[in-house]
């Protein structure tokens, strides 16, 4: 693990998903944009946070257990909002 990667700290909030089940009684949530972000905190000589403004995720089940979830979240790097211009 390189400085930065120890040095970047990423607070994913998804706070609202929308719960479904396929045909196999398997959950299925789908990611909704609406009320979520991808926050990041930086913790460095000069500390930064922000926002990524363009993201997806996905969250797929390939069973019945909540153990068998697997959050994918793709974050386009150059969307990201600091607030600082």
């Known amino acids: 693990m390189n400085k930065l990667s120890r040095a970047v700290t990423i607070l994913i909030l998804l706070v609202t998903p929308a719960r479904a089940q396929d045909r196999g009684g398997v959950p299925v949530a789908k990611i909704i944009h609406e009320g979520s972000s991808v926050k990041f905190a930086v913790k ?12 997806d995720a996905t969250l797929t ?21 600091t607030g600082m211009v």
């Open 44 to 55: 460095a000589s000069v500390p930064i946070e922000g926002v990524f403004d363009k993201w």
């Open 61 to 81: 089940f390939s069973s019945t257990d909540a153990e068998a979830g697997v959050l994918e979240v793709k974050i386009q790097a150059d969307s990201v909002n």
